[in-house]
T-cell receptor, first 116, second 116 residues
Framework: NAGVMQNPRHLVRRRGQEARLRCSPM?????VYWYRQLPEEGLKFMVY????????ESGMPKERFSAEFPKEGPSILRIQQVVRGDSAAYFC??????????????FGQGTRLTVV | DAKTTQPPSMDCAEGRAANLPCNHS???????VYWYRQIHSQGPQYIIH???NNETNEMASLIITEDRKSSTLILPHATLRDTAVYYC?????????????????FGTGTQLKVEL
């Protein structure tokens, strides 16, 4: 059972370009979180998605950032008109609603975005 | 913001037990204690979780005090590869919440350094 797959692992964008980060959850998982980690800082929650639904986007910047998790295909985190401050590691985690009281989330290896 | 408090750093000799404490004095009755770790530049890794009973798995043991206001993660025989930042997180599993969904809120964690 493959783990959470994120691609690309490294992404370089010039200021003003768009960045698209992909996350394929583990098989059978229909819930995805996105987190951002700025250099030398902790992990900050961005958004929580179910298939075709945004459950909690309280951590998403109000502008330029969007996320989706379509019925088919990976979850996408999209950053428009990137700025240098967007340079960070972006992690995706997935978990499965198994009908039990406890669940654990599994993280991917992240996408490291560098804006030049 | 994270509601748990952990020491910022700890050292441990290889082969000895590493005991990582966590205070969660405001934990509510339906919140579990989850532990994750992040090895440098990698995605966070799930370790263990528990509600009120002590738990053990192949990676670690979790000791939760009777009043549930604190817990200790024990790595019984620490190795150099256990050097990482360890996070203690309070979490209500998704199914308990009305409307579903909850998020892992990472604090600053404990930087564990395992040395020869």
């Amino acid at each position: 059972n493959a783990g959470v797959m994120q691609n690309p692992r490294h992404l370089v964008r010039r200021r003003g370009q768009e960045a698209r980060l992909r996350c394929s959850p583990m098989k059978g998982h229909s819930h995805v979180y996105w987190y951002r980690q700025l250099p030398e800082e902790g992990l900050k929650f961005m958004v929580y998605l179910q298939k075709e639904n945004i459950i909690d986007e309280s951590g998403m910047p109000k502008e330029r950032f969007s996320a989706e998790f379509p019925k088919e295909g990976p979850s996408i985190l999209r950053i428009q008109q990137v700025v240098r401050g967007d340079s960070a590691a972006y992690f995706c985690a997935s978990f499965r609603d198994r009908g039990s009281l406890t669940t654990e989330a599994f993280f991917g290896q992240g996408t490291r975005l560098t804006v030049v | 913001d994270a509601k748990t408090t952990q020491p910022p750093s700890m050292d441990c000799a290889e082969g000895r037990a590493a005991n990582l404490p966590c205070n969660h004095s405001t934990i509510s009755g339906n919140e579990y204690v989850y532990w994750y770790r992040q090895i440098h530049s990698q995605g966070p890794q799930y370790i263990i979780h528990g509600l009120k009973n002590n738990e053990t798995n192949e990676m670690a043991s979790l000791i939760i005090t009777e009043d549930r206001k604190s817990s200790t993660l024990i790595l019984p025989h620490a190795t150099l590869r256990d050097t990482a930042v360890y996070y203690c997180i309070e979490l209500i599993p998704s199914l308990i919440l009305t409307g579903g969904g909850n998020k892992l809120t990472f604090g600053t964690g404990t930087q564990l350094k395992v040395e020869l």
